[in-house]
């Protein structure tokens, strides 16, 4: 898995000349850069992402479906150094996941109960994401700001509400 700074600029610490072309063109954010630069520290080049979103004081990485649990370290270790770091919760998604997935890893701590499929009266449809009552605490952000983030990670017009007891 590769970074999206090459090797050699984050271990002299300037940018080549591909790199900085890199970030003049957008293809890269300043973003992606200081997670590389924590990521080569901690797991000298072995560890990579895609792409970081950054919405709110949220921040996602993306990443292989099969790197997930190796960008998040054992027992949370490397996420907690990038959140500690940029003084911002983190978030590791694996690329393509279907919406189960990203639901799952954007909210955790806390737990989902269910996806319904909704339609509106104009035949539109939208993902229910029910969050569990008893989890509404663990949640990491606001709803409405999750809900953000999962519907641009997925495509998916998605709808997030905090699950009742009295179905």
């Known amino acids: ?3 999206p700074v090459c090797d050699v600029c984050l271990r002299s610490g300037t940018l080549c000349q591909g790199c900085e072309n890199k970030i003049n063109s957008g293809e890269i954010s300043k973003l992606d850069l ?3 630069k924590i990521l080569f520290k901690l797991g000298n080049g072995k560890i990579g ?3 970081t979103i950054e919405i709110g004081d949220v921040v996602i990485i993306v990443t292989d479906k099969d790197q997930v649990g190796k960008l998040i370290g054992k027992g ?3 996420v907690r150094e990038i959140s500690k770091t940029l003084k911002k919760k983190v978030r590791v998604v694996g690329e393509n996941s279907d919406l189960k997935s990203v639901a799952k890893d954007i909210l ?3 737990r989902i109960s269910g ?3 909704i339609y509106g009266m104009d035949g539109e449809q939208k993902y229910k994401i029910r969050v569990m009552k008893d989890d509404y605490r663990r949640v990491p952000a606001k709803l409405d700001l999750l809900n953000e983030i999962i519907q641009q990670l997925t495509g998916e017009k998605t709808l997030m509400v905090i699950d009742r ?3």
């Open 34 to 36: 200081d997670i590389s």
């Open 49 to 51: 992402f895609k792409k």
């Open 1 to 3: 898995m590769v970074l």
């Open 165 to 167: 007891d009295d179905y």
């Open 115 to 117: 996806i319904n499929i």
């Open 76 to 78: 949370g270790k490397i």
């Open 108 to 110: 955790s701590p806390a």
